[in-house]
């Protein structure tokens, strides 16, 4: 079973350009997350979708962030502009459900360095 | 809001000996979900170990087990029988009523 996807594995940009993330899930799993990690912390998760809906977006900087999971399936993060505390690992999980119990599996996630 | 808290910011251990890391929570979910994940310096984050708050027995996979103390508010994962491998950051997360909260993570190091 393939895991999950991402690219680009790392991006350097400037402070004020605009970047775009891309994950692709396990296949079959409904429920798809954004995290972000900076260095030193755990992973704080951005958004949530179940298929392409949003079940939760509260951490999201929506005035910098966006994303997007069309047709249920793949999904992209993007940063526009970037300020320089976006530097960050941005890892994508999925998991079959909602709710407790569910096993999310990560992909080997994206890092960011703005300068 | 839910809360976890891993005391511990770096543990050794010697190769082939048992290892405990720390983790403390807090909730008002009277139903949630404890995880362990293993972060290896390649960034993935690999799931380890589930505790449900109503079972009734501590969570065992292999040589990872759960040391789940409920009135405690504790969730401390046993490593046995430790291999060089193990050397990563490991998280404690928890889940409730709301998203995954994960704890700041303890780096452990095995020497051989």
């Known amino acids: 079973e393939a895991g999950v996807a991402q690219s680009p594995r790392y991006k350097i940009i400037e402070k004020r350009q605009s970047v775009a993330f891309w994950c692709n899930p396990i296949?079959?799993?409904?429920?798809l997350y954004w995290y972000q990690q900076i260095l030193g912390q755990g992973p704080k998760l951005l958004i949530q979708f179940q298929n392409n809906g949003v079940v939760d977006d509260s951490q999201l900087p929506k005035d910098r962030f966006s994303a997007e999971r069309l047709k249920g399936v793949d999904s992209t993060l993007k940063i526009q502009p970037a300020k320089l505390e976006d530097s960050a690992v941005y890892l994508c999980a999925s998991s079959l459900g909602i709710g407790t119990g569910y096993e999310q599996y990560f992909g080997p996630g994206t890092r960011l360095t703005v300068t | 809001a839910q809360k976890i808290t891993q005391t511990q910011p770096g543990m050794f251990v010697q190769e082939k000996e048992a290892v405990t890391l720390d983790c403390t929570y807090d909730t008002s979910d009277p139903s949630y979900g404890l995880f362990w994940y293993k972060q290896p310096s390649s960034g993935e984050m690999i799931f380890l170990i589930y505790q449900g708050s109503y079972d009734q027995q501590n969570a065992t996979e292999g040589r990872y087990s759960l040391n789940f103390q409920k009135a405690r508010k504790s969730a401390n994962l046993v490593i046995s029988a430790s291999q060089l491998g193990d050397s990563a950051m490991y998280f404690c997360?928890?889940?409730?009523?709301?998203?995954?909260?994960f704890g700041k993570g303890t780096r452990l190091s095995v020497i051989a």
């Open positions: 296949s079959g799993h409904a429920t």
């Open positions: 997360a928890i889940e409730g009523n709301t998203p995954l909260v």
